[in-house]
């Protein structure tokens, strides 16, 4: 009687399968993404500074320069790559970024030189901009119109979860067995999950199945766009809206940044262990898996660039708090109110993008965003530790990005979408 309980579940279960539209599994497949090539590596590196300066000796400023070093490099590029994803499609693109992020990583193991380290990160950052955010938000954006919100936010749990996992991984590898075989192990992890993913589960778009957007045949009136609405990159530069999601996603990002890079170190600087600031670190992040869900609940249903500029004031109002971290109450309250609305750091962008630009040229569009974005996420970083090694303190570092995040906000709150000229304000 069980087993043949169990059967018919397992029927009902391969039958809810079959069904399931295939934009899901593309779904789950870039929350994969997100988890491995940008959750573990972005939020997992921060926690390696400790020992790249006790054990190589390394300054503040050095360890997060490698970063910033790496995009400032590769930023000339970053346009050749969106046409890339526009042309070839995210799939095979995925592949050869997924090799990019994984290799540096294995080869920081065995890193002994400042110039090695900036070298292995310049290759980290190729790897990250082909497998990381730009690509996974073309793909979603791809395959769905009508459920975008929802479907990104669910992607981007990933990347969520991945900053929560990260810290304690990171933190536990490199108590077992040394950060340089956390570093390779790492490495190899994401090698081998991430490439068959790409592989065999990922497609760049639903036509390559015969299939479309959301799995239902789109009208202007409920895809809210029609080919008129779709510019080419050069319409989009020419744009107030262009420049203003720029820099108001890169002044915020570039907070988000430097909170998440200096993070760990500022709370030993506070009189906190290392796996005390891991914790609280997982803890923000976590508060960030929330705001993901409340943000893809939210941007299907209200105005999408209010709610963008919302999270991204909410997100630098919490930061003064950092002036009182040595309150455990006032650490973890910031930990808990930034981390939620961290939680529409990147998650918002490509669809308020695709909302004024539509999909013709998100790619390209996306890949300029992203590359300021980048920039002023590990720049940041950068001025704090110089701020740092030349006050002995954070507090002029904290200022500086609480207003950069209120500025952000504001930029993003004057964006003119579509449905705003309609006068459809919500």
């Known amino acids: 009687m069980g087993l043949n309980l169990l059967a018919k579940y397992f029927q009902k279960l391969i039958a809810w399968i079959k069904r399931l539209f295939y934009g899901w599994w593309v779904v789950l497949a870039a929350f994969l993404n997100l988890f491995f090539a940008v959750g573990l590596v972005f939020y997992g590196l921060p926690v390696f500074y400790t020992s790249l300066v006790d054990s190589l000796h390394f300054t503040r400023s050095q360890v997060a320069q490698g970063m910033f070093l790496g995009f400032v490099i590769v930023a000339p590029a970053f346009g050749f790559m969106g046409a890339l994803i526009d042309r070839v499609g995210a799939r095979r693109v995925l592949r050869v970024g997924i090799v990019m992020v994984a290799l540096p990583l294995v080869l920081m193991a065995w890193m002994t030189r400042l110039w090695e380290y ?17 690509s996974n938000q073309v793909l979603v954006s791809n395959w769905f119109r009508v459920k975008r919100g929802r479907a990104m936010g669910y992607a981007y749990l990933g990347l969520g979860l991945g900053g929560v996992a990260a810290p304690i991984l990171a933190a536990y590898l490199i108590r077992w067995r040394g950060w340089r075989w956390a570093f390779a192990i790492i490495g190899v992890l994401i090698g081998l999950v991430l490439f068959p993913i790409a592989q065999w589960l990922t497609r760049s778009a639903p036509g390559e199945m015969g299939l479309v957007a959301d799995g239902v045949a789109p009208t202007p009136a409920v895809a809210g766009e029609t080919p008129a609405s779709s510019f080419s990159l050069g319409a989009a530069v020419r744009t107030a809206n262009f420049w203003l999601i720029l820099a108001g996603s890169t002044l915020t990002i570039g907070a988000i940044g430097t909170v998440i890079q200096q993070f760990v170190l500022f709370l030993r600087d506070t009189g906190y262990t290392t796996v005390q600031a891991s ?12 705001g993901r869900v409340a943000v ?9 660039k209010n709610i963008m500029a919302l999270f991204y004031l909410l997100l630098a109002l919490a ?20 981390g939620f609305a961290m939680g529409a750091d990147y998650l918002l962008i ?12 998100l790619g390209k569009l996306l890949s300029l965003i992203i590359m300021a974005d980048s920039l002023g996420q590990f720049f940041g970083p950068v001025l704090a530790g110089r701020i740092f090694e030349a006050t002995h303190s954070y507090d002029l570092a904290w200022s500086i990005i609480a207003t950069a995040g209120v500025l952000g906000a504001t930029a993003i709150y004057a964006v003119r ?3 705003t000229a309609a006068g459809n304000n919500n």
């Open 118 to 134: 900036y070298a292995l990160c310049i290759v980290e950052v190729v790897g990250y901009v082909l497998a990381g955010p730009i």
């Open 319 to 338: 930061i003064p708090l950092l002036f009182l971290a040595r309150q455990p109450a006032a650490l973890w309250g910031f930990a808990l109110i930034f």
């Open 350 to 361: 490509p669809i308020v993008t695709a909302e004024c630009f539509g999909l013709a040229a």
């Open 296 to 304: 893809g609940y939210l941007v299907d249903r209200y105005n999408k």
């Open 279 to 290: 914790h609280v670190s997982s803890g923000l992040l976590f508060a960030g898996l929330v």
């Open 417 to 419: 979408t579509p449905r």
